[in-house]
């Protein structure tokens, strides 16, 4: 199976900028797509954003669309999620998952949380007003 491994986490002040990193190893081939969650104290884990393996289909949850971006690199099996204009309702701890193969479909990318597989340890991101 596929190991999935979060990273660049940290305190940042409202306004500014953060990049997360979700590298891949192991049974990459059959990774379909990657997406990202995140679970602030006391409230579900919810989505972010998703992206497609292949790099060319993305999804986003609504209150991030216009300040994060989901990329790829494929050369070193890493996806990241770029963060800008942060507020203090973006903490949370963040995590990268991978789609279940029953839920991945071509130009389909799922947001609910049973569709994830594999999920990786979680970054914390905290944003101070």
């Known amino acids: 199976q596929v190991q999935l491994v979060e990273s660049g986490g940290g305190l940042v002040q409202a306004g500014g900028s953060l990049r997360l990193s979700c590298a891949a190893s192991?049974?990459?081939?059959?990774?379909?797509?990657v997406g990202w969650f995140r679970q602030a104290p006391g409230k579900e884990r919810e989505f972010v954003a998703a992206?497609?393996?292949?790099?060319?289909?993305?999804l986003y949850a609504d209150d991030v669309k216009a300040r994060f971006t989901i990329s790829k690199d494929s050369a070193k099996n890493t996806v990241y999620l770029q963060m800008s204009s942060l507020k203090p309702e973006d903490t949370a701890v963040y995590f990268c998952?991978?789609?279940?193969?029953?839920?991945?479909?071509?130009?389909?990318?799922?947001?609910?949380?049973?569709?994830?597989?594999?999920w990786g340890q979680g970054t914390q991101v905290t944003v101070s007003s």
């Open positions: 192991g049974r990459t081939l059959g990774v379909d797509g």
């Open positions: 992206i497609s393996w292949a790099g060319t289909t993305t």
């Open positions: 998952a991978a789609f279940k193969p029953a839920y991945s479909h071509p130009g389909y990318l799922p947001r609910a949380r049973y569709a994830y597989e594999n």
